[in-house]
């Protein structure tokens, strides 16, 4: 007979986050054959090819966007494994992820900066947390590095250098060496771009705003937004209700679990001021909000919360459904 107990503790293990998974990719590739998905103009970058050029608009886009979903999910999970951010081995988040990232098909379906950008902020996020009370000028120069010449694609990356530097402080490693590594890590990319004639001062481009809005019905508009202000909602909420259990946690975890905080909210707020360019944020703010939901269901576990999950895939499943009728 089917219990409770069961039923969490299926929720909890590595076959529903590879069922919710293999969801979220067949209703990708549901919603791209049935042309639900928009190709996103993302030519906001200084000079360079951005990701969505990279591979022509179409099925292999979606592959390798799908697989770097997956790079994403692991890569969540070797942090909480390394790190035990959430003070739970659990790995809930990743299928957390994969259900939150479902109703905008547009960024499940194709290769784009946003997955980049949320990519390279975990990996970020990886180097920040090995310097915890241990200064490793090397770490902080290739997370800038990559900040830098992430730019170059996607000046959103630009947006996250303080907040890496406000995370060294977090990190208890903040100084004049932090603060030397972090500029040459800065002027490091475009010295090779520009040294070895990639790039030149002629074909150096500003970034060409555009707005997604443009390009969709006013349907399609408002689904994506309640899909947005949900995963806001759920993520601040969540937020709210973990910082009581945080803040008994020792000093390490409280630095990697405000720093993931710093991050959601950081990203939050860049929504709301580049609008323009809202759609490079949300799978770092799928990520970030997976990690707060995690952290509350695993604080309540005991407490019936595998209600809450189900309850998450249940609304996210019916704001795919719209998206796809709309």
């Known amino acids: 007979m089917i219990s409770e107990k069961n039923i969490s503790d299926f929720l909890y293990s590595r076959y529903a986050v590879a069922i919710f998974a293999i969801i979220t990719?067949?209703?990708?590739?549901?919603?791209i054959n049935h042309g639900e998905v928009t190709p996103i103009l993302d030519n906001k970058g200084f000079g360079l090819a951005p990701a969505n050029q990279w591979i022509p608009f179409g099925t292999w886009s979606m592959i390798v966007n799908i697989i770097l979903n997956i790079a994403i999910a692991l890569l969540m999970?070797?942090?909480?494994?390394?790190?035990?951010?959430?003070?739970?081995?659990?790995?809930?988040?990743?299928?957390?992820?994969?259900?939150?990232?479902?109703p905008i098909t547009d960024i499940t379906g194709q290769l784009y900066g946003g997955t980049l950008l949320c990519a390279t902020m975990l990996i970020c996020a990886f180097f920040l947390f090995t310097?915890?009370?241990?200064?490793?000028?090397?770490?902080?120069?290739?997370i800038l590095?990559?900040?830098?010449?992430?730019?170059?694609?996607?000046y959103a990356f630009l947006f996250y250098v303080p907040i890496i530097l406000l995370g060294c402080a977090q990190m208890r490693i903040f100084n004049l060496r932090t603060s030397?590594?972090?500029?040459?890590?800065?002027?490091?990319?475009?010295?090779?771009?520009y040294g070895f004639g990639i790039l030149n001062y002629e074909n150096a481009s500003l970034p060409a705003l555009s707005n997604i809005f443009e390009h969709i019905s006013i349907e399609e508009a408002l689904q994506m937004l309640l899909t947005i202000g949900l995963t806001i909602f759920l993520c601040i909420g969540s937020w709210f209700v973990n910082i009581v259990k945080i803040i008994s946690y020792n000093a390490r975890t409280r630095a990697f679990n405000g720093f993931i905080a710093l991050?959601?909210?950081?990203?939050?707020?860049?929504?709301?001021?580049?609008?323009?360019?809202y759609i490079v944020y949300i799978p770092l703010l799928n990520s970030c909000a997976a990690l707060q939901l995690a952290h509350l269901f695993t604080i309540y576990e005991a407490r019936r919360s595998y209600l809450g999950i189900l309850g998450v895939f249940?609304?996210?499943?019916?704001?795919?459904?719209?998206?796809?009728?709309?």
Do not use: E
Not at 77 to 102: D, S, W
Not at 131 to 142: C, G, K, L, Q
Not at 182 to 187: I, R, T, V, Y
Not at 315 to 326: D, E
């Open 314 to 326: 249940l609304v996210y499943s019916a704001l795919y459904i719209w998206g796809l009728w709309i």
């Open 25 to 31: 990719i067949i209703a990708t590739h549901f919603a």
């Open 131 to 142: 310097t915890f009370n241990n200064y490793n000028p090397y770490a902080i120069y290739i």
């Open 263 to 277: 991050l959601a909210f950081t990203t939050i707020l860049l929504i709301i001021i580049d609008f323009s360019n």
């Open 145 to 154: 590095c990559i900040l830098s010449l992430g730019a170059f694609f996607q």
């Open 77 to 102: 999970i070797y942090i909480n494994k390394v790190f035990n951010v959430l003070r739970n081995p659990t790995i809930i988040f990743a299928g957390l992820f994969f259900i939150l990232q479902m």
């Open 180 to 193: 030397l590594a972090a500029l040459f890590g800065m002027l490091t990319p475009p010295w090779i771009l």
